[in-house]
């Protein structure tokens, strides 16, 4: 390699390692930012801040907190890997919450009017779940291909067209019965071989992590693989990026677009399934929500990177499980929410922070390097 190859490859090396370091500290600055936001908060409130962090952090790590931070963080995953997928595709879908919840509701129908053996009887409700997902979320899909309509205003309406659904079904003379010793409402319960058992993973407590924490983990492997390693995952993130671009190279972009939607429907579809496999074995009514319009902010403050995803689901459901102790020390636990909005704010403000600065560097690199450049010798001009 010459001298000159050599000093460009440093100089592009150095470029990368700066971006990926700024992509990093954006993150944490805007968590530092959000802290401060919240200990104004917390003094206007006669609150003192580091005693409140100190209280959050000594009870969110005891061993049964931990365990249920880990519970949280997974179905916050899979919901942010849902909406991950459309954001890659420059697509919003806002749907996920009602592509779960009906998604859920319909596969422990299913999953308690069957028998069959263990792996099988898993296997086929996990299936239903995503073909749920999926088929909900291809209307989405189909209304932006065939008839312009935009994902946001569809995937809201069909939110609000699955909680009907949803309630329409969940009734004692269609699919619910009556849960003993209460007022609630709920499908058949689902038999044992149909339930996933937790596993042990924290010591010093009986409470079990889910055991479809390893299916959040392989979706996010998944995920990975399918949009670096293969040509589909280029072709998505290119139509993202550029859709005259992708047109360009002879991607069928409204293909594309089907595909997206599909798949991000069909993620969704497993967001339930931690809660319904691994704790409540029914969908009843008091079955988890709003698990989507969290996936969307996990989503935004992870970058769409499934490892920054983790982080995020990790750190939003540290703070909900830490909150649960602010009431008895006379807190307000909705301090929470003030700092999980501004953190998303911030994360928000940062990114786009760190792209100007990057832009403005590149122009400022450009220039430099034109005006150092030395104008070509005309032909025939003497030595």
Known sequence: MSPAESSFTDRLLGRVRLGGLLSLVAPILAVVFAGLITSVVLL?????????????????????????????????????????????????????????????????????????????????????????????????????????????????????IATAIGAWLLNKERLAVEVAGSNNIGTNPIAESGRVPGMELIPGTPTKVFGLIILAIVMGVLY??????????????????????????????????????????????????????????????????????????????????????AFGALLWAFLNTSSNILQLHEISPEIVQIMQGTIVLSVIIAYELVHRYQISAGQRRVSKELASATPPRAEGASA
């Open 44 to 160: 206007m409130t006669g609150d003192p801040p580091l005693e409140t962090l100190g209280v959050m952090v000594d009870y969110g790590m005891r061993p049964r907190s931990i365990v249920m931070t880990l519970n949280e963080a997974t179905t916050y995953y899979l919901s942010a890997l849902a909406v991950a997928i459309g954001f890659r595709m420059n697509l919003f879908n806002i749907g996920v919450d009602g592509q779960y919840r009906l998604a859920a509701l319909i596969a422990a129908a299913v999953g308690g009017a069957i028998t069959l053996p263990g792996p099988l009887h898993v296997a086929m409700i996990i299936i239903v779940a995503m073909l749920v997902g999926a088929g909900w979320a291809s209307i989405a899909g189909l209304l932006k291909v065939k008839r312009g309509v935009s994902e946001v205003i569809s995937t809201i309406m069909l939110n609000a």
């Open 224 to 309: 990975h693989v399918l949009l670096n390693r293969t040509r589909f995952g280029f072709d998505l993130r290119a139509t993202g990026r550029s859709e005259s671009a992708a047109v360009a190279s002879g991607v069928n972009v409204k293909k594309m677009v089907l595909i997206a939607m599909i798949l991000s429907g069909a993620v969704a579809g497993l967001v339930g399934m931690p809660q319904l496999l691994g704790a409540s074995y029914s969908y009843s009514l008091d079955f988890p929500a709003g698990l989507g319009f969290i996936g969307i902010a996990i989503a935004l403050l992870g970058r769409n990177n499934p490892v920054g995803i």
